[in-house]
């Protein structure tokens, strides 16, 4: 945990030819918040924490990253199944793995080019899985024909589009509406492919609820600075948690129809919608129901991945967007070399297959399927409902419950003392909360500035899908770390 | 084969906001040769004759990629056991695996977050395998230690590399020294990143040879027209095949010295030598015994793939580059989401790990081990002789016998009558030659053109790492389809 790698640049004897390279993104903006890399300023913490014998008795407890199975959540065993015996299809014949998955396995290897995971597959992903993504999306919105055709699979299909997006200079600059809060690692997609960053603010007031006035005002005023061409949208929200309605959805559809904006709609967390009463309904759906003059004239990339949800496989790199209303040219505009650049592992393409077609009932292994789904599930909505328990006990904290996703985000209402200090050491008051607790407790949680929270406000992002039992030992450590923090800056 | 998936653009309505979008690199190029793509003019004939019931008898022979797995080379075996163990942990109780590969996937899982190859790692890679790799390296040098801190886990090192030096306009413009013929990957990577591509010329009298003054006079003529600053070779060669010798390397290192260019050097192909008396000498090496004065101020990256030589995983997307005497300020300069961006995923991490660790004697599954890579060289050899034996009996075909790697390329001495015809269709002769034996056929093999060959000579690429019969079946199509081109032609 906190392990930075040992790529060192001090361990580097001295060169030339990069000096002057062009790199001219925010390094260090960016090397804070990537969400594949270990957070560097935390991780040096975390580090001597670990070095200091001090501590003996501080195992970290990183609940900064959105990454399940490194926190003990253990992965579908039917994904793992079917995999195994795509990597080594001796094991077609073994016991040890279900029946079904050995079918799967071996279907899922017909479709690859000379039955091994090993070789290349075409840039939009493995025809069989684009037809898989096709029929889940078909399923889960009632028969709303999605078009194979329409799928490009990629490991990251949001920087995918940015890069297509990215043009012009100055005024002319491609911008994209981004809410705030947003994802840290959206900003830095932004940043690094050299798009400008448009912020609408979420309504935390009204369960950061997306407001559509405020949008059209945010877009009139970045007009002039840049070109805004999109408009970004994470439903279920991160870090917020929120859930929009399919009311917010139309009135979002409405404004990007008016203000011809491309619709990137993130929806990976869709099947992870926790709240009481709540569902979710995809963006695609909607457009689909407004009919003529939306239905056909929108665009739309609609985003899903399999590092998040209860698959969680960040470390298989896969996912697929599909696209709607998109101009012909586009595709033609899409470099096959960048399509390679973000072109999933093999290995991850066929996970993403399982997750879009998983047992069914009758299966033979529907009933441990579903049984660990519900059970992650179960941890998810106990974990949710505990966190929320604890911290609407703590004073000087209110948190907007939240609907969907493994995020929690509440808002801390520091003492003056606090802030006082953060300014005077030249940081966010809530990173230096986060470090406290981090050296203190051992408890890793990110600090709100990194998402662009409203000026004057100060939050953290819990990631709670993690064992309960971990969780139980987070919150006691995170609740005699806030009692103290706030005794001691009153 | 042949596939190029089902996003084509036809099938997507209208839109509007990516219609003036800013991709300047030149698509057509790209969309023609990108390694992990299938080749789109190509593949238009391979599938239309796939379609075309008069040639049932025709299936395709893919010769064009770099791609043994899918040509139905096997994977090895200790590779896929450790991997699917890794996957799938239940497997490390099954006799079906062997006892070592469970071993060795029980170290790797220890060495992943959370025990589970779905979470993520650091930027620079998993720390163990970058261990693993400085020890391969060390050792295969003779005890020339390697950091490990220099060593750098990506799926693409080139094109990070690339992305760094890209800086400038216009005369200042970063260029990288590229041989000619080169890869086709390499040009399409530079173009995408907007470096230019400044070509020597290798010799191929000569047996491929680099020639150094050759190459000072091209880089004197390319300033005024961008600021040179790296050096690419290929050692062994692609498409080429040859094999550099060390004064040869000697020589590179002393221009790239007195020039302060940076040096790039691909030696994924490094345990694909097989031409007689033929060795592998590694850059850094030969760096590191000539002593001060370069040793410790040469700029050298060297490449490896697991995509490349016995392994042929290229689905899993994974390699590593080395950096040695490279600015410390370069480090700072590698934002952490490019390298996320470029970071394999955890089974391609753990591939490289087997791959530069594979079983030693005594181990349990050594005897398999040897034996498998023992065929594949068998294979590879034997192929070697034996295409180069039907080449040198076709009239109009000369063939300097390649030294190392997984390709041959002849060079074709065609009949005017067919580049007059070539010409009239506006297309290279080889192309022209290409289309015609996939069209009558059904052998798909690579023209030089995309290689960037000398003006006025004309060549094609084999990829001869097949099974023995499916390369005999290609030689008799092969031979049949040029005899009865150059009497049309005559």
Redesign the interface.
Known sequence: ?G?????????????????????T?D?CA??AV?????ESQLGQVTHGLKQDSQKPDKEVIDMC?G?P???????L?FV??V???C??P??LH?D??SVDARQRAQRLLGA???G????????????HV??SVAEFITRRDGGVAC??????ISS?PL?LLL??????EGASR?GVLTPAPVCHTVA??LA?VGVVSVPYPLCEERGWALQANELRGVLQASRGRCDP??LYVANPGDPTGHVQSRDSIEEVIRLAAEE???LLVNEADQDSVHGEGCEFVSYRKVLSEMGPGFS??V?LASLHSISRGF???????SGYME???????????F??????????????QLALDVMVKPPRPGDPSHPTYAEEVRSRRETLMGNVRRVQEVLDALPGVSCVPGLGGHYTFPRLHLPRAALEQAESAGVEADLLYCRKLLEQEGVCVRPGCEFGQSEGTHHIRLHVMVPPEVLEEALVRLKRFHLRFMREFS
Chains 1, 2 share one sequence.
């Open positions: 945990m392990d930075e790698g040992c790529g060192s640049p001090g361990k580097r004897a001295t060169g030339a030819v990069f000096r002057d390279g062009g790199v993104v390094v960016q090397r990537n969400p594949r890399a270990r990253w990454d199975h490194s926190a003990g959540i253990k992965p065993s793992r199944q995999l195994a015996a990597l080594h001796e094991l073994s040890r793995l690859c080019r000379g091994s995971v090993g070789s290349y597959t075409p840039v939009y992903g493995l025809p684009q037809c078009l194979p055709e329409n799928i490009i990251d920087r890069f297509l997006l990215a043009a012009g491609a830095v997609a690094e061409r999109a011809r904006l491309f056909d004239t665009e698959m969680g496989e960040g470390g298989l790199c696209l709607l209303n998109v101009d012909p040219a586009v595709a033609a505009l470099p096959s070399g960048l399509l390679a650049g973000h072109l999933p592992p093999v290995l991850g």
